[in-house]
């Protein structure tokens, strides 16, 4: 009999590996089964809570139900700030997917802005490299479709350092890096 914490910790990765893949009707049954194990075990008002919430948002993103993804991803980033330290790695990654989602909706900058204090918590001390790429590469985003290139492109080599450091050379998100910094160049 797995511990009930265990079982709602293999949720979450298991749903974040099923959105990595693409299966998003998977990925949301398991991150949805998640937080209410989560919110069971936890409470509902409970840093642990408040990652479920930040990773079904992120899916719901992914499946373009845009508002609902952005109630929850903010109802998990308040969460979190209530929990943790300001600079603590999972505030950085709610701010992530809200920076992410606001890209995706086209409000460039106001993903600039939430991105950048993403990018600020992750670049610190304890941060996580591979959360940072993310962001940086979001942020490098947002300022290429602002027509912001010079921006854009030290961000994109940044990123591009710290991925090649992460996966080697033969990774899709070195390859997504020298693409991003191919389009600057046209």
Known sequence: ???PKIQSELLYNLGGIYEQLGKLDKADQLQTSALEKRKALFGPDSAEVAES???LGGVRSDQAQYDEAEKLIRQ????SRRHLPANHPAVGKALYALGALKVDRGDYDEAIQILNQAVNIQSAPGGVPADLAMSLTSLANSHFYLGHYD???SLNRRSLAIDRQLYGDRHPNV???FINL???EY
């Open 1 to 3: 009999n797995t511990d």
């Open 53 to 55: 919430l930040v990773a």
């Open 76 to 79: 998990g980033l308040e969460m």
């Open 151 to 153: 921006i854009c492109e």
């Open 175 to 177: 390859a997504e890096d």
């Open 182 to 184: 191919a389009a600057i």
